[in-house]
Nanobody, 124 residues
Framework: VQLQASGGGLVQAGGSLRLSCLASDRTYSTQARGWFRQSPGEERTLVAAIDWNRGTTYYADSVEGRFAISRDKSENTMYLQMNDLRPEDTAVYYC??????????????????WGQGTQVTVSS
Protein backbone atom coordinates (compact mmCIF):
# COMPACT_ATOMS: atom_id res chain seq x y z
CA VAL A 1 0.00 0.00 0.00
CA GLN A 2 1.34 3.40 -0.93
CA LEU A 3 0.12 6.63 0.61
CA GLN A 4 0.92 9.96 -0.97
CA ALA A 5 0.45 13.03 1.21
CA SER A 6 0.40 16.64 0.07
CA GLY A 7 -0.75 20.07 1.11
CA GLY A 8 1.56 21.24 3.87
CA GLY A 9 3.10 24.68 4.01
CA LEU A 10 3.66 27.86 5.96
CA VAL A 11 0.70 29.79 7.32
CA GLN A 12 0.10 32.50 9.88
CA ALA A 13 -1.71 31.77 13.11
CA GLY A 14 -5.45 31.72 12.52
CA GLY A 15 -5.03 30.56 8.96
CA SER A 16 -6.07 27.35 7.24
CA LEU A 17 -4.50 24.50 5.30
CA ARG A 18 -5.85 21.33 3.74
CA LEU A 19 -3.86 18.12 3.59
CA SER A 20 -4.59 15.31 1.14
CA CYS A 21 -3.63 11.66 1.16
CA LEU A 22 -4.09 9.41 -1.86
CA ALA A 23 -3.99 5.67 -1.25
CA SER A 24 -3.10 3.01 -3.79
CA ASP A 25 -5.24 0.39 -2.04
CA ARG A 26 -8.82 0.24 -0.80
CA THR A 27 -9.07 -3.18 0.80
CA TYR A 28 -9.57 -4.34 4.36
CA SER A 29 -5.97 -3.47 5.14
CA THR A 30 -6.74 0.24 4.77
CA GLN A 31 -10.18 0.52 6.32
CA ALA A 32 -8.84 2.78 9.05
CA ARG A 33 -7.03 5.93 7.95
CA GLY A 34 -5.74 8.88 9.83
CA TRP A 35 -3.34 11.75 10.28
CA PHE A 36 -0.53 11.78 12.79
CA ARG A 37 1.89 14.56 13.57
CA GLN A 38 5.34 14.71 15.03
CA SER A 39 7.39 17.60 16.36
CA PRO A 40 11.17 17.38 16.91
CA GLY A 41 11.96 15.32 19.98
CA GLU A 42 8.38 14.23 20.46
CA GLU A 43 6.45 11.07 19.76
CA ARG A 44 4.22 10.74 16.73
CA THR A 45 0.64 11.26 17.85
CA LEU A 46 -2.76 10.74 16.28
CA VAL A 47 -4.56 13.92 15.26
CA ALA A 48 -7.63 12.55 13.50
CA ALA A 49 -8.86 9.27 12.08
CA ILE A 50 -11.71 7.95 9.99
CA ASP A 51 -13.36 4.60 9.43
CA TRP A 52 -13.21 4.38 5.65
CA ASN A 53 -16.40 2.40 5.24
CA ARG A 54 -18.62 3.91 7.93
CA GLY A 55 -17.24 7.42 7.89
CA THR A 56 -17.06 7.66 11.66
CA THR A 57 -14.36 10.03 12.87
CA TYR A 58 -12.05 10.55 15.83
CA TYR A 59 -10.20 13.68 16.89
CA ALA A 60 -7.55 14.43 19.43
CA ASP A 61 -8.75 16.91 22.05
CA SER A 62 -6.19 19.46 20.90
CA VAL A 63 -7.75 19.78 17.44
CA GLU A 64 -11.43 19.07 18.13
CA GLY A 65 -13.56 21.79 16.57
CA ARG A 66 -10.70 23.18 14.44
CA PHE A 67 -9.74 20.24 12.22
CA ALA A 68 -12.02 18.12 10.05
CA ILE A 69 -11.13 14.78 8.52
CA SER A 70 -13.04 13.59 5.47
CA ARG A 71 -12.83 11.16 2.59
CA ASP A 72 -13.66 10.87 -1.08
CA LYS A 73 -14.23 7.17 -1.60
CA SER A 74 -14.38 7.46 -5.39
CA GLU A 75 -10.92 9.07 -5.41
CA ASN A 76 -9.61 6.94 -2.54
CA THR A 77 -8.38 10.16 -0.98
CA MET A 78 -8.47 11.38 2.60
CA TYR A 79 -8.38 15.03 3.61
CA LEU A 80 -7.58 17.01 6.72
CA GLN A 81 -9.01 20.52 6.76
CA MET A 82 -7.13 22.51 9.38
CA ASN A 83 -8.65 25.80 10.49
CA ASP A 84 -7.68 28.32 13.15
CA LEU A 85 -4.14 27.01 13.08
CA ARG A 86 -1.90 27.73 16.05
CA PRO A 87 1.89 27.73 16.42
CA GLU A 88 1.62 24.56 18.48
CA ASP A 89 0.16 22.79 15.42
CA THR A 90 3.57 23.11 13.77
CA ALA A 91 4.82 19.60 12.99
CA VAL A 92 5.42 17.08 10.26
CA TYR A 93 2.08 15.51 9.40
CA TYR A 94 1.87 11.89 8.26
CA CYS A 95 -1.07 10.07 6.73
CA UNK A 96 -1.54 6.51 7.86
CA UNK A 97 -3.59 3.44 7.08
CA UNK A 98 -4.30 0.24 8.97
CA UNK A 99 -6.87 -2.50 9.19
CA UNK A 100 -7.83 -1.48 12.73
CA UNK A 101 -8.97 1.92 13.96
CA UNK A 102 -8.46 0.69 17.52
CA UNK A 103 -4.81 -0.06 16.82
CA UNK A 104 -4.38 3.32 15.20
CA UNK A 105 -5.77 5.02 18.30
CA UNK A 106 -3.59 2.93 20.58
CA UNK A 107 -0.23 3.95 19.15
CA UNK A 108 1.62 4.88 15.98
CA UNK A 109 3.67 1.75 16.63
CA UNK A 110 0.76 -0.42 15.54
CA UNK A 111 0.15 1.34 12.22
CA UNK A 112 0.95 -0.71 9.12
CA UNK A 113 1.23 1.92 6.40
CA TRP A 114 2.65 5.42 6.27
CA GLY A 115 2.82 8.19 3.76
CA GLN A 116 5.74 10.54 3.52
CA GLY A 117 5.52 13.45 5.92
CA THR A 118 4.43 16.92 4.96
CA GLN A 119 5.60 19.93 6.95
CA VAL A 120 3.07 22.30 8.46
CA THR A 121 4.51 25.46 9.96
CA VAL A 122 2.34 28.01 11.75
CA SER A 123 3.91 31.36 12.50
CA SER A 124 2.76 33.55 15.36
Amino acid sequence: VQLQASGGGLVQAGGSLRLSCLASDRTYSTQARGWFRQSPGEERTLVAAIDWNRGTTYYADSVEGRFAISRDKSENTMYLQMNDLRPEDTAVYYCAADSSLADMKRSHKFVDYWGQGTQVTVSS
